[in-house]
Nanobody
Framework: EVQLQASGGGLVQAGGSLRLSCAVS????????IGWFRQAPGKERDGVST????????YYQHSVRGRFTISTDNAKNTVYLQMNSLKPEDTAVYYC????????????????WGQGTQVTVSS
């Protein structure tokens, strides 16, 4: 059974940093991808970043490029989202999700979801 556990959210001032973690279990090979998504109140769930466990390739939504970094610790089966230079518009519930195969940034292409973690950026 595939399971994901997200953690690391919190309250931070604009310009600050947070690191989210997503612990992944249940995959028997590295042929899968992890995506980070976020959902603000009244808005659709939006893709933030994704990484392939098989080759380490990454992709970012344009609004976070240069500020957010996605990475993996394969030994710990954990994916991180380092978020720097945070802005109030980054405020949302952040989710990690997993899919078999290549990375994607559309939420409906992901099969497995962790619980959300709240990120609040104050101005």
């Amino acid at each position: 059974e595939v399971q994901l556990q997200a953690s690391g959210g919190g309250l931070v001032q604009a310009g600050g940093s947070l690191r989210l973690s997503c612990a992944v279990s249940g995959f028997t090979s590295n042929d899968y991808a992890i995506g980070w998504f976020r959902q603000a109140p009244g808005k659709e769930r939006d893709g933030v970043s994704t990484i392939s466990f098989s080759d380490g390739s990454t992709y970012y939504q344009h609004s976070v490029r240069g500020r957010f970094t996605i990475s993996t610790d394969n030994a710990k089966n954990t994916v991180y989202l380092q978020m720097n230079s945070l802005k109030p518009e980054d405020t949302a519930v952040y989710y990690c999700a997993a899919r078999r195969g290549d990375k994607r940034l559309l939420h409906y292409e992901y099969e497995y979801w962790g619980q959300g973690t709240q990120v609040t950026v104050s101005s």
